[in-house]
């Protein structure tokens, strides 16, 4: 597997969005998720009775279950699943924010480490690409994206679904467009000492193939990966085409004020009238 350490974009101003999210993402996990995912436990599975349940009621009451999302109403007031059933049922929960809180939840050290890791490498390009406002819409809409992607595959789980993955897909999506030729640094794990510079296109390549090779029992959520992939790569033509195409309006709307703005005429230099005199020879 080639983890990417950093890409050859020029850094022409300081990607804010992308730091931003990054210290939002380190800060819920830090202070707002249960302890035991600080101290490793989810990673190692060492955890006591009370600590796993106290995450499934967190991931139930915080993250994107897909048999609510399908309805848009908790467990509690009536939804139902048919898989995974065993997940606590969780009151008054605002099923809609889910969609937006399940991207800034992780579960576990690991899982939040990789995904700050690619949303630094990829998103600070696309951020500089596309202007701060555009890289925070396509990062939330291609994170919605990649979970309702991920819901309409399993409609009738009751499983959460959290981490930035599908968001972070999205900025490599965008990047498979704005720099499908840039060379990026890459680590070849588990080798530390081995890296590889590629271009992009060899790396996000594989990436999108890998998902559809996921096994079943893996408690990963690999159709949000793909449809986050997508999203950003369709955001991001977007944009830029919409971009390229208001860009020349301007010009041309610009170009046609000049021409009829009387403050912009200009005579032709004449030769000075001597009124008839002659100089002498």
């Given amino acids: 597997m080639a983890i990417p350490v950093r890409d050859d974009s020029p850094r022409r101003e300081v990607p804010w969005v992308v730091l931003t999210l990054i210290a939002v993402n380190v800060f819920v996990f830090l202070f707002l998720q249960p302890p035991a995912l600080q101290r490793g436990g989810a990673d190692t599975g060492h955890l006591t ?17 897909p048999c609510e999302i399908k309805v ?12 995974d059933g065993d997940h606590p ?10 969609l937006l809180t399940s991207m800034f939840l992780h579960g ?7 995904n700050m890791l690619f949303l630094w490498v990829f998103g600070a390009a696309v951020e500089g690409r596309l202007g701060p406002g555009g890289f925070a819409v396509l990062y939330l809409l291609g994170g919605v994206a990649g979970t309702l ?11 959460p679904v959290v981490g930035a993955s599908g968001a972070v897909s999205a900025a490599m999506g965008a990047y498979l467009w ?11 794990a588990p080798l530390p000492l081995a890296g590889l510079v590629l271009p992009a296109w060899a790396l996000i390549g594989p990436y999108a193939v890998s998902q559809f090779l996921t096994p ?34 301007r010009r041309r709307r610009e170009a046609a004020d000049a021409r009829i703005d009387p403050a912009s005429w200009t005579l032709p230099d004449r030769p000075p009238v001597t009124s008839g005199v002659r100089p002498q020879m």
């Fill in 108 to 114: 576990g050290i690991l899982h939040l480490t990789v």
């Fill in 72 to 83: 848009m109403e908790s467990r509690a007031e009536g939804a139902r699943c048919t898989s």
């Fill in 178 to 188: 704005i720099g499908p030729r840039r060379r990026i640094l890459s680590i070849v």
């Fill in 49 to 65: 009775e009370e600590e796993s349940r106290e995450l499934a009621e967190h991931f139930s009451g915080w993250g994107a279950v």
């Fill in 149 to 159: 992607t991920y819901v309409a595959v399993n409609p009738g789980s009751a499983a």
């Fill in 216 to 249: 079943d029992d893996a408690t990963i959520a690999w159709q949000a990966h793909v449809g986050g992939l997508v999203a950003g790569f369709v955001l991001a033509v977007l944009f830029t085409l919409g971009g390229s195409v208001a860009a020349r309006r």
């Fill in 89 to 98: 049922i969780i009151d008054r929960k605002p099923v809609p924010f889910t």
